[in-house]
């Protein structure tokens, strides 16, 4: 059985995400050639500001105060 795609359901902005598919773990490397590269991604990335906002909204949980989202390192969205 073949899924029909809704055209007009609204897309997840997960979905856009330039980061989708990849490896989780190139988001949580902790030396500078790791983090360059989840950085390389994310600054080409459509929908950086929402996952920006979204990591942000996280930041409590403890899981999501680590790696790369919305094109910051834990440590630059800590000093927003």
């Known amino acids: 059985m073949t899924a029909i795609h809704d055209e007009s359901a609204p897309v997840s902005w997960l979905e856009l995400a330039a980061c989708r598919g990849k490896p989780i773990e190139w ?11 989840a950085l390389a991604i994310c600054r080409r990335c459509p929908v950086r500001r929402s996952c920006l906002a979204d ?12 790696g790369v989202r919305g094109g910051r390192t834990a440590t630059q969205r800590a000093a927003l």
């Open 27 to 37: 988001w949580y490397r902790t030396d500078e050639l790791g983090q360059g590269v």
């Open 55 to 66: 990591a942000l909204d996280q930041e409590s949980e403890c899981a999501y105060r680590y």
